[in-house]
């Protein structure tokens, strides 16, 4: 081949190559402020609004529209665009030349509810939790079936304890973590529902709760500052912010059948008998014969010999108690628009008659609970628990007085013969009479149990609302913005009536008596928040809580006596009673506030080595000048021991975390207006020779009232074997409050 056809041959692979190679910028080129668009779907093949698009390694991003469709101009040659939202897997994908790009997104699995631990105003994983924190999911809630979400939970935390204030259903549960560590509060923890402080949880739906979080130790506790001494367990309810898209409808009902257990032994005629004379050995019991103590002890009282020879034995237990039913109805409505708004709508009804008559606690509830991605930028949403509670007490003591009767006695009347006559109660069984006015029995003068159960009557009704309001702002990924506006109100009135065949119409010789009291509560809270979480250098993880609040808590009752009624008008008519009992009573108003500032510090080294510190500054209406303000400082460390390089290879353990805490927390518990001397009571002055009305205080001002706080010392191991198959945590604290 000749030299000129060579490099003829050359000329023609350069001119190739270089046209190649002007082909290839172009692409490339032509890629860079290109315009791309798209759709995102779910698996469904439904659109998804509001979905966040960006451009892998810029800030460039769009979001979705109504239909899930999007345009973003590129900034970058060979650009990626990543994908993401909640509930849903998140995606990167390659432009590679494309114009339009459909993206369908795949639902996420739920998250164990373990995983994460809400620590108040904010949430941390529980791999790096601090404190001593324990989470009770939705299906642990449930999963008893209850009416109660305290008794729901009932045993189901070492360090928190569930008892019943009675047997009387509508009493419902107290709630103690870690014992009572106050001077002069009951002790009660502080439950915060949807972001709303409130003494108890007993009218919630267990249903309703998606969540409960309960801060044990101070350092936890401490960002509630002077409402945290005893403990604070966070309630969440469903909302709309983690349903799946669609409308998901669920009912569920039940029912359930409720009997005492475990009772103990009581003793047959003969025992009681026997027992009986005993009481009446002299100081030489050896001198004294078996007639002579059955003779003194069957004085006036024939019918209890009678009894005893003929083998009696009636069964208190048969005749106060009796089987209970529960039952629960709940309808659930739930799902996500195509707009991004998601809602969970619930109705519930429950039923739950106690162990004796007249005890019952019926609930109705209503649940409404929003969320809305407005776009990748700005969320909203809103919760709203509405309650009514109708309960009736029954009676206090007869289940008590059954109790301590003879089971040689019975409730009702008997016959010349001393045979009983079924359906006829007896008003005193101890002092029992023969038709003729003869002592049968001449013993306890205790009222007939039955009968305090059928004239006694305390009916309390109960109307409870609570609710938030919530709007976030998130200009970058690591930095937030959150007002959020909770408020609770409720209305309760409570009546009680009781007739002249009960114990205390026995006090007032035989008249009947009546009473109203009412009471009302509203209060609000107003937090707005700054979160920033950011990950330097890929070894510090630091996140900032920024906080300020303000609540205000409003009370009002009054109270309304009499007795003497000429029948049983049970509580609807005070009136009709005698002028001369009329009791009328309205406490003053009461309102109390707190102003309140806290900043929290979570800092953590290589996923390895961990630090919380928080502090809370509180300033309270009810104290006296100058004692108004304090803080509530807190500190904890953490070390997750199985991330060491010594114990990074031992797969039998899965986690191992030492945990030390110190914290402060304190209350101001106390009935307003204690550091003011009020003019409260009304008084008479002479003017001469008049007398003018005038007022005057009751009680001198306490011009030193202050904190009580409390000072915990909490040291911690987590341990987790076999991938968490096995799993528990240890904790030593050490207690202190003082004033």
Do not use: C
Not at 153 to 173: E, H, K, L
Not at 184 to 212: E, H, K, T
């Amino acid at each position: 081949m000749s030299f000129e056809k060579i490099a003829e041959s050359g000329f023609r692979v350069r001119q190739k190559l270089a046209v190649l190679f002007l082909f290839s910028s172009a692409v490339v080129f032509a890629q860079q402020g290109k315009e791309v668009s798209g759709k995102i779907t779910n698996d469904k093949k439904a659109p998804i609004p509001n979905v966040t698009v960006k451009e892998e390694g810029t800030e460039n991003s769009v979001t979705t529209d109504a239909e899930g469709n999007f345009i973003i101009k590129l900034l970058k040659d060979q650009s990626s665009l990543s994908v993401e939202n909640d509930g849903f897997q998140p995606q990167t994908v390659a432009v590679d030349n494309r114009s339009f790009i459909a993206i369908p997104l795949k639902e996420e699995r739920t998250k164990a509810i373990e995983q994460v631990v809400l620590v108040g105003y904010g949430s941390v994983k529980k791999s790096d939790l601090t404190g001593s924190v324990n989470t009770l999911s939705a299906d642990k809630i449930v999963e008893r079936n209850t009416t109660s979400p305290l008794e729901a939970i009932q045993g189901s935390m070492a360090g928190v304890n569930i008892t019943s204030n009675s047997g009387r259903v509508g009493d419902g549960f107290k709630m103690s973590i870690r014992g009572s560590n106050s001077l002069i509060s009951s002790g009660n923890p502080l439950f915060v529902v949807d972001g709303v402080p409130s003494d108890n949880i007993d009218f919630l739906n267990p249903q309703d709760i998606a969540r409960m979080d309960v801060l044990k130790d101070a350092s936890s506790a401490a960002i509630y500052g002077s409402r945290g001494a005893s403990g604070v367990v966070i309630v969440t309810t469903k909302s709309g912010a983690t349903v799946k898209s669609g409308i998901n409808v669920s009912v569920e009902t039940s029912y359930g059948i409720r009997t005492a257990t475990r009772l103990p032994k009581m003793m047959t005629g003969a025992e009681w008998w026997n027992f009986h004379q005993a009481a009446y050995l002299s100081a030489t019991p050896t001198t004294q014969t078996p007639a002579q103590l059955a003779t003194l002890a069957g004085n006036q009282s024939p019918l209890l010999v009678q009894r005893a020879n003929n083998g009696y034995n009636f069964d208190w237990y048969d005749a106060v108690l009796q089987p209970g039913v529960m039952q629960n109805h709940y309808v659930n409505i739930s799902g996500r628009s195509d707009g991004g708004l998601g809602y969970n709508l619930s109705f519930g009804v429950q039923g739950n008659d106690g162990i004796i008559a007249n005890d019952s606690n019926d609930k109705y509830t209503f649940k409404l609970g929003i969320n809305h991605k407005i776009n990748s930028k700005f969320t909203t949403g809103a919760n709203i628990t509405v309650a009514r509670t109708v309960t009736e007490y029954g009676s206090d003591t007869a289940m008590r007085s059954a109790f301590s009767f003879s089971p040689l006695m019975s409730p009702y009347a008997v016959d010349a013969n001393g045979n009983d006559i079924p359906g006829q109660l007896f008003l005193l069984p101890g002092k029992l009479t023969y038709p003729d006015g003869s002592w049968a029995i001449n013993k306890t003068s205790t009222i007939n149990p039955l009968l305090e159960i059928a004239n006694s009557r305390q009916n309390e009704r109960t109307w409870q609302t609570l609710g938030n309001l919530f709007f976030q702002y998130q200009p970058k990924k690591w930095l937030s913005f959150k007002t959020t506006f909770s408020a609770g109100f409720s209305n309760t009135n409570l009546g009680i009536s009781n007739t002249a065949q009960t114990n205390i119409g026995i006090a007032l010789i035989n008249k009947n008596s009546a009473s109203v009291a009412k009471s009302e509560n509203f209060n609000y809270t107003w937090d707005n928040q700054i979160d920033l979480k950011y990950t330097f250098n890929d070894v510090h993880d630091v996140s900032l809580l920024l906080l300020q609040s303000l609540y205000s808590n409003e009370n009002e009752s009054s109270y309304g006596y009499s007795n003497g009624q000429p029948f049983n008008s049970e509580f609807y008519n005070l009136g009709f009673g005698l002028q001369s009992s009329y009791q009328l009573q309205a406490p003053p108003y009461m309102k109390r506030t707190l102003n309140s500032y806290a900043v929290r510090l979570n800092y953590a080294f290589k996923d390895k080595y961990l630090l919380t510190a928080s502090t809370r500054w509180d300033g309270s209406s009810v104290l006296s000048t100058g004692n108004k303000w304090t803080a509530f400082p807190s500190l904890a460390l953490g070390w997750k021991i199985n991330k060491e390089s010594f114990l990074e290879n031992v797969k039998t353990i899965s986690d191992l975390k030492l945990r030390a805490s110190i914290g402060y927390t304190g209350n101001d518990n106390v009935a307003p207006y204690q550091s003011l001397a009020l003019l409260d009571q009304q008084t008479f002055y002479a003017n001469g020779n008049e007398l003018v009305p005038g007022l005057q205080s009751s009680v001198f001002a306490n011009q030193s009232l202050t904190w009580e706080k409390t000072r915990e010392l909490n040291f911690g191991l987590d341990f987790g074997f076999l991938r968490n198959r096995i799993t528990g945590s240890v904790d030593v604290y050490d207690r202190l409050s003082e004033t």
